[in-house]
């Protein structure tokens, strides 16, 4: 969708709130002067101009890289595929417009929706970027760098900024090293405007060292301390006293089960939110209201106060968003352990997001793009830990001999190599079973559980509803899993000593996966080439499995938020 298009999308919607998207000359000013790898904060994203444009910088300087490279080494191009360098290791953004939010990629993270009402002093990043609301400029710039949690932030705003009283007073008061690094109009850009503009770059705390070799803890640690002595006015102190507080599991419980019938659990879940911040505010004002020797003689002292209302506003978030993910079963069950701990590892970042109703929408959307990803990545995967030379029949028209050396373990090369072919329905694989000291199968554990919950994971998405399992009870006894629905049998397995397993799945949920991870790969392109490239037994009937992982693919409508802001 173009740029005008958009903006009709967002004034018919009331969401145009000064978009005004930054044009590819005054992102290039900045990518010329950042590190790699860098964590971005972008502010009032928009279109994510600053991600698009740096993305495009990336495979220009990429081009470059290789064309020198070739020059004394053709092989490296083919050894090292990615990209030598990237510029955005993460890219975290805060975004009011919901119309703009929808049409983020899953590796975008929203961390607040409000930028009055988002808190910053806990969003770490490298650097913060921000093409702000010229009418609100001031505003946003003083709030930035005094608030900010950064190495160095990156702001294109009116060049009148040089002469407003209410940002030199921040830069004096922190300490905020400024450098302009280039002068700019609208006129040509995407929505023309005449407002002349600075490209400047902010950098904290600047020593005689280069700042960019120093750690974000310290920018963390001194913005956190800046916001903490202006929104609690306390003398200082001596000495660090560190407190810890933990959550309360009963607590937790007690609250999930108020969500039970509850008609707007977003509405209660924000509620309850806001009085346990609102309390916590008001005891520690009141505790830094106190007379400091007062605190010194019962041995409170200002590190210690600072520290643990750090760790309470960081448990408070995190106890709520992980309330809200516990919620998320209709998407997490669709996912295999593997991929299950890849997301609840990347949920993570998102817990200093502040918990409000605003903010729940997009982390939503964020889960949702992000797990219909997973979807289709860890049905390759799946495919790809079973294709081995025992395993595989090359297509009609693959000529290449599949040698076995070409299967090593772990070897991205071979991988590359081997490619259009298809995965029988009868299998060797490793084996989940164990041996026990005396050479007996060692019963069933969590890790055989998981093993075999994967594969029907794998089964439910593709369509097949799986029902009872059998489980051995000593080594190459025949075990049989049914589909839920009839007695049909899904998939009949032998567990051997020598850590294999040999399985015969139904030959129609073979068609699926084979179908399926083809179509993912590439190496079909519609259901006509089923015909001509599957083995006869496979191909029989297996074009109705064409596109069919995609019936798992979900969104906002046909997954009504979870039950979360509404039921």
């Not at 109705?544 to 992982?549: D, G, M, P, S, V």
């Amino acid at each position: 969708m173009g740029i005008q298009q958009t903006l009709i999308e967002l004034k018919e919607n009331n969401e145009d709130f000064e978009l005004y998207p930054s044009s590819r000359e005054m992102l290039w000013k900045i990518y010329e002067v950042m590190d790699t790898g860098s964590k971005i904060l972008d502010i009032g994203c928009g279109t994510c101009n600053f991600k698009k444009y740096a993305e495009e910088f990336d495979k220009i300087n990429q081009q470059k890289y290789f064309e020198d490279i070739d020059k004394y080494n053709k092989k490296l191009i083919d050894r090292y595929p990615d990209k030598p360098c990237r510029l955005i290791s993460k890219y975290y953004v805060i975004e009011k417009s919901k119309i703009l939010i929808d049409k983020f990629d899953k590796d975008t993270i929203v961390l607040g929706t409000d930028f009055y009402n988002t808190l910053l002093i806990d969003k770490k990043a490298d650097t913060y970027f921000c093409n702000p609301p010229y009418s609100e400029y001031v505003e946003w710039t003083t709030r930035i760098l005094a608030d900010g949690n950064f190495k160095e932030a990156f702001l294109i705003i009116p060049q009148r900024w040089k002469e407003n009283e209410q940002i030199n007073l921040v830069l004096k008061k922190y300490d905020i090293q400024n450098n302009i690094l280039g002068s700019f109009d609208f006129l040509q850009a995407e929505r023309p405007a005449r407002a002349k503009v600075d490209v400047v770059r902010f950098t904290k705390n600047p020593t005689k060292y280069d700042y960019r070799w120093r750690d974000l803890n310290d920018f963390n640690e001194k913005a956190f301390d800046n916001w903490f002595d202006e929104t609690f006015k306390m003398r200082d102190s001596a000495k660090e006293n560190k407190y810890e507080s933990e959550i309360e599991r009963e607590e937790k419980q007690n609250i999930k089960n108020q969500l039970v019938g509850c008609k707007s659990k977003g509405d209660f879940l924000v509620n309850l939110y806001n009085e346990e911040q609102k309390k916590l505010f008001e005891q520690f004002q009141a505790i830094c209201s106190l007379d400091t020797d007062t605190l010194l003689t019962i041995g409170v002292k200002k590190e210690a106060i600072k520290e643990a209302i750090k760790q309470k506003i960081v448990s408070l978030k995190t106890k709520y968003w992980r309330i809200v993910f516990d919620e998320f079963e209709e998407i997490t069950e669709r996912l295999t352990s593997e991929t299950r701990r890849q997301m609840f590892d990347r949920f993570k970042e998102l817990q200093t997001v502040d918990f409000t109703l605003e903010n729940i929408y997009p982390l939503i959307l964020w889960v949702i793009k992000n797990a219909n990803g997973y979807y289709d990545e860890q049905l390759i995967s799946f495919f790809k830990k079973l294709s081995s030379p025992d395993n595989v029949k090359p297509y009609k028209s693959n000529q290449k001999v599949f040698e076995r050396d070409k299967w090593r373990h772990n070897s991205f090369a071979d991988e590359k190599k081997v490619s259009h072919y298809t995965l029988d329905y009868r299998i060797i694989m490793s084996s989940p079973f164990r041996t026990d000291y005396y050479g007996r199968l060692d019963g069933f554990d969590y890790g055989c559980s998981e093993k075999l919950q994967d594969i029907f994971t794998i089964a439910k998405n593709l369509g097949f509803k799986i029902g009872l399992c059998d489980i051995p009870k000593n080594f190459g006894e025949k075990c049989f899993c049914l589909y839920g629905d009839s007695d049909k049998t899904f998939m009949e397995y032998r567990a051997y000593k020598n850590g294999n397993m040999h399985v015969k799945f139904d030959i129609e949920f073979a068609k699926a996966l084979n179908v399926e991870t083809s179509r993912l790969l590439g190496w079909i392109r519609s259901k006509e080439d089923i015909e001509k490239e599957f083995p006869q037994e496979l191909a029989k009937g297996a074009e109705k499995y064409f596109k069919i992982n995609n019936y798992v693919a979900l969104n906002v409508n046909n997954v009504p938020l979870l039950g979360i802001l509404k039921d």
